[in-house]
C-alpha cells in the first residue's frame, strides 16, 4: 500500500517550548491511524503541526505524495482537512453555513457554488442526518450535534488527508459508532488517508488500523490490533494506560483496567 501520510524527524511547539520531538512514521491511503497518550504530552501539537495551523513547526510532512510545508492556505486546505472542537467555530453562524465551509478550496473568489456542490452538500446532510440542524445557529447546537455538522464539513472539503482531534466528543452511544463507522468506510473507499487524536483507547483499538502511543511528545510504539495478541496490545499500550487486560472479540478490542 502507498503512504497518505508520511511524517519525518517532525517537531512542533509554542515559542520557545518544543512539544513534539523527532517524530516519523507513516499512514497508508485507506487507513485511519490513531494516536494515545495521557493529557499534555502532544496529541493536539502534533496534529496542529501536520496541518500548519498555529504552531511552529519542522520536519518533512507529504500528503498524498506532496510536501505540504510550504503551500499556501487554500492549497493546503485542498490537501488537508481537520475536525477540531466544536468550540473553534466562531458563533453567529448557522449550522449550513459551518457545513458549506466545506467548499472553500473548491470556490473562485465570489464564484457561487454549482450544482454538483449544492447536490453534494444535501447529499452529505441526508447521510448524516444533518436537514434538522441546518437551519439552526451553530453554537446552539450539542456537542454531539455539532460534531456531526463539522464532520459533513470534512465530506465536503473531501481532501485526501483527515486529521481528526477527539472526534468522538459529545457523542452518545449509538452516534460515537456510527461516527467511526462512516469515517472508516468514506476512507477505505475513496483511498483517504485518516489520523485521529483519541482519548478512548477501546475506540482507537477496535476502529483504528494502527495507534500510535505517544508520551512525553514522542512516539513510543505502535500497535496493530488485528495482527499483534491481546499480550502483546497490553504490553505496548501499558506505558500510557498503565497496567490493563486486553481482551479481542470478534472486530472489537475491550480494555480492562
Not at 467548499?103 to 452538500?121: D, H
Request: with cysteine; net charge positive; hydrophobic share 40%.
Amino acid at each position: 500500500m502507498t503512504a497518505g501520510l508520511w511524517v519525518e524527524h517532525f517537531w512542533a511547539g509554542y515559542k520557545k517550548k518544543t512539544v513534539v520531538e523527532d517524530v516519523s512514521f507513516a499512514v497508508n491511503r485507506g487507513e485511519l491511524a490513531g494516536v494515545l497518550g495521557e493529557n499534555g504530552c502532544g496529541k493536539t501539537t502534533l496534529l496542529k503541526g501536520i496541518a500548519g495551523l498555529g504552531v511552529r513547526h519542522g520536519g518533512k510532512v507529504l500528503a498524498d505524495g506532496q510536501d505540504i510545508g510550504g503551500m499556501s492556505v487554500k492549497k493546503r486546505a485542498a490537501k488537508v482537512s481537520v475536525l477540531a472542537s466544536k468550540n473553534d467555530i466562531p458563533t453567529g453562524l448557522l449550522a449550513r453555513e459551518v457545513l458549506e465551509m466545506g467548499w472553500y478550496p473548491q470556490l473562485s473568489f465570489l464564484r457561487p457554488p454549482g450544482e454538483r456542490l449544492l447536490e453534494k452538500r444535501d447529499q452529505v446532510a441526508k447521510k448524516l442526518e444533518l436537514e434538522e440542524l441546518l437551519p439552526q445557529y451553530f453554537e446552539k447546537l450539542s456537542q454531539g450535534q455539532g460534531q456531526r455538522v463539522l464532520l459533513g464539513r470534512l465530506f465536503l472539503q473531501d481532501t485526501p488527508l483527515v486529521l481528526l482531534d477527539e472526534p468522538d466528543a459529545g457523542l452518545d452511544f449509538r452516534r460515537k459508532h456510527a461516527f467511526f463507522l462512516q469515517i472508516r468506510q468514506w476512507l477505505l473507499e475513496e483511498g483517504k488517508t485518516g489520523l485521529a487524536v483519541l482519548h478512548d483507547p477501546g475506540l482507537a483499538l477496535t476502529y483504528c488500523d494502527r495507534v500510535f502511543c505517544m508520551k512525553r511528545g514522542k512516539i513510543i510504539g505502535t500497535i496493530e490490533p488485528k495482527a499483534d495478541t491481546e499480550e502483546e496490545i497490553a504490553e505496548k499500550i501499558r506505558p500510557v494506560t498503565g497496567i490493563v487486560k486486553v481482551t479481542k472479540c470478534q472486530r472489537s478490542v475491550i480494555i480492562f483496567p
